[in-house]
């Protein structure tokens, strides 16, 4: 058998050079996968930052949208009518004209939140690894003690 694996345990023996215990066996594997959840952690938070900015530029395009549906109606709806009751149309007809163009503007500002919003993805990486990791600890099983073993352990 060579260094560095497990063998059966014989209680007369000494330990080869470089032979762990099961102990150390077990702290190994409990530190492997502890490393590996941290990592899983990490991908996850770095994919979920980058999904973050995207949803908080859709957010700011929905802000400015609505900023600008709203405090700029008062102020141009009222020029805009004017000017197109001085250029002939009837000042009902250019206060519906201006309505119809702001809210044209309103859909456009909307239209691009909306694409901001639908880039959006899930961790894709992340879940991948999750299950990868799922699969392998579901087919890990440790292998049964033999006789020799038990026996060593009953003493």
Do not use: C
């Not at 058998?1 to 066996?25: C, F, K, W």
């Not at 002939?88 to 809210?103: C, H, N, S």
């Not at 456009?108 to 899930?122: C, D, M, Q, V």
């Amino acid at each position: 058998m060579s260094a560095g694996t497990a063998g059966p345990s014989d209680s007369t023996r000494p330990p080869y050079e470089g032979e762990r215990s099961v102990g150390q066996l077990f702290a190994a594997a409990t530190a492997d996968l502890s490393a590996l959840v941290h990592d899983e952690i990490a991908l996850a938070k770095a994919e979920i930052r980058q999904d973050v900015k995207r949803g908080v530029a859709g957010s700011v395009s929905i802000v400015v949208a609505g900023v600008v549906a709203l405090a700029s109606i008062p102020m141009f709806s009222f020029a805009a009518a004017y000017l197109l009751k001085y250029w002939g149309v009837p000042l009902g007809g250019a206060f519906a004209l201006v309505g119809v163009a702001f809210l044209l503007l309103a859909g456009l500002l909307g239209l691009l939140a909306w694409r901001s919003f639908k880039k959006i993805e899930p961790p894709r990486r992340t879940i991948e690894g999750a299950q990868a990791t799922a699969d392998v600890l579901k087919n890990a099983r440790p292998r049964p003690a033999t006789a020799e073993e038990r026996a060593a352990l009953e003493h």
